[in-house]
Protein backbone atom coordinates (compact mmCIF):
# COMPACT_ATOMS: atom_id res chain seq x y z
CA UNK A 1 0.00 0.00 0.00
CA UNK A 2 2.62 2.54 0.70
CA UNK A 3 3.90 2.31 -2.91
CA UNK A 4 0.39 2.95 -4.39
CA UNK A 5 -0.46 5.89 -2.02
CA UNK A 6 2.67 7.33 -2.75
CA UNK A 7 2.39 7.26 -6.60
CA UNK A 8 -1.05 8.39 -6.03
CA UNK A 9 0.78 11.54 -4.24
CA UNK A 10 1.53 13.00 -8.26
CA UNK A 11 -1.83 11.87 -9.77
CA UNK A 12 -4.38 12.11 -6.84
CA UNK A 13 -6.87 9.92 -8.26
CA UNK A 14 -7.93 8.45 -4.85
CA UNK A 15 -8.02 11.49 -3.45
CA UNK A 16 -6.67 14.82 -3.33
CA UNK A 17 -4.10 14.83 -0.56
CA UNK A 18 -3.37 17.94 -0.23
CA UNK A 19 -6.42 18.03 2.11
CA UNK A 20 -5.15 15.64 4.59
CA UNK A 21 -2.41 18.07 5.11
CA UNK A 22 -2.67 20.09 8.69
CA UNK A 23 -2.74 23.74 8.30
CA UNK A 24 -0.20 24.12 10.77
CA UNK A 25 2.38 22.59 9.23
CA UNK A 26 1.08 23.64 5.98
CA UNK A 27 1.84 27.36 6.90
CA UNK A 28 5.58 26.28 7.82
CA UNK A 29 6.51 24.53 4.51
CA UNK A 30 8.53 26.97 2.06
CA UNK A 31 7.05 25.38 -0.59
CA UNK A 32 3.06 24.20 -1.87
CA UNK A 33 1.08 21.44 0.29
CA UNK A 34 1.32 19.44 -3.34
CA UNK A 35 4.75 19.82 -3.29
CA UNK A 36 5.23 18.53 0.18
CA UNK A 37 2.94 15.55 -1.07
CA UNK A 38 5.35 14.66 -3.90
CA UNK A 39 8.10 14.78 -1.70
CA UNK A 40 5.92 12.67 1.00
CA UNK A 41 5.36 10.01 -2.27
CA UNK A 42 8.65 9.91 -2.64
CA UNK A 43 9.39 8.77 0.89
CA UNK A 44 6.22 6.42 0.72
CA UNK A 45 7.38 4.54 -2.65
CA UNK A 46 11.10 3.68 -0.90
CA UNK A 47 9.65 2.74 2.32
CA UNK A 48 6.82 0.08 0.19
CA UNK A 49 10.39 -1.03 -2.02
CA UNK A 50 11.97 -1.41 2.02
CA UNK A 51 9.00 -3.42 3.29
CA UNK A 52 9.66 -5.68 -0.17
CA UNK A 53 12.99 -6.02 0.09
CA UNK A 54 13.18 -6.02 4.30
CA UNK A 55 10.29 -6.57 5.84
CA UNK A 56 11.98 -6.81 9.80
CA UNK A 57 13.05 -3.18 8.98
CA UNK A 58 10.56 -1.86 6.13
CA UNK A 59 7.70 -2.46 8.76
CA UNK A 60 8.98 -0.30 11.23
CA UNK A 61 9.75 2.28 9.31
CA UNK A 62 6.42 1.84 7.81
CA UNK A 63 4.62 1.83 10.74
CA UNK A 64 6.45 4.81 12.63
CA UNK A 65 5.53 6.89 9.66
CA UNK A 66 2.11 5.93 10.02
CA UNK A 67 2.12 6.91 13.46
CA UNK A 68 3.41 10.39 12.51
CA UNK A 69 0.75 10.76 9.83
CA UNK A 70 -2.05 9.81 12.44
CA UNK A 71 -0.18 12.17 15.15
CA UNK A 72 -0.90 14.95 12.38
CA UNK A 73 -4.12 14.17 11.57
CA UNK A 74 -5.40 14.40 15.08
CA UNK A 75 -3.47 17.10 15.30
CA UNK A 76 -6.66 19.07 13.03
CA UNK A 77 -9.19 16.58 14.35
CA UNK A 78 -10.68 17.20 10.83
CA UNK A 79 -9.75 13.50 10.03
CA UNK A 80 -9.75 11.42 12.95
CA UNK A 81 -11.45 8.43 11.06
CA UNK A 82 -8.49 8.28 8.56
CA UNK A 83 -5.74 8.81 11.68
CA UNK A 84 -7.68 5.53 12.96
CA UNK A 85 -7.35 3.94 9.96
CA UNK A 86 -3.45 5.03 9.60
CA UNK A 87 -2.83 3.45 13.36
CA UNK A 88 -4.57 0.40 12.50
CA UNK A 89 -2.60 0.11 9.52
CA UNK A 90 0.97 0.92 12.32
CA UNK A 91 -0.51 -1.86 14.00
CA UNK A 92 -0.13 -4.21 10.77
CA UNK A 93 2.95 -2.64 9.89
CA UNK A 94 4.07 -3.54 12.99
CA UNK A 95 3.09 -6.86 13.56
CA UNK A 96 4.54 -7.86 10.14
CA UNK A 97 8.21 -6.27 10.89
CA UNK A 98 7.80 -9.06 14.28
CA UNK A 99 6.49 -12.02 12.32
CA UNK A 100 9.17 -11.24 9.54
CA UNK A 101 11.75 -11.29 13.00
CA UNK A 102 10.74 -14.78 13.79
CA UNK A 103 10.32 -16.18 10.19
CA UNK A 104 14.02 -15.02 9.40
CA UNK A 105 16.22 -17.78 8.37
CA UNK A 106 19.11 -16.29 7.13
Not at 28 to 43: A, D, H, K, N, R
Amino acid sequence: MPIVAGLDKFTNILTHWSQYLNPTIANLLPFSGETFMMIVGVIEIIAGILVFLKPKIGGLVVSAWLVLIALTLLMGWKFADVAVRDLVMAISAFSMAKLALIFDHN
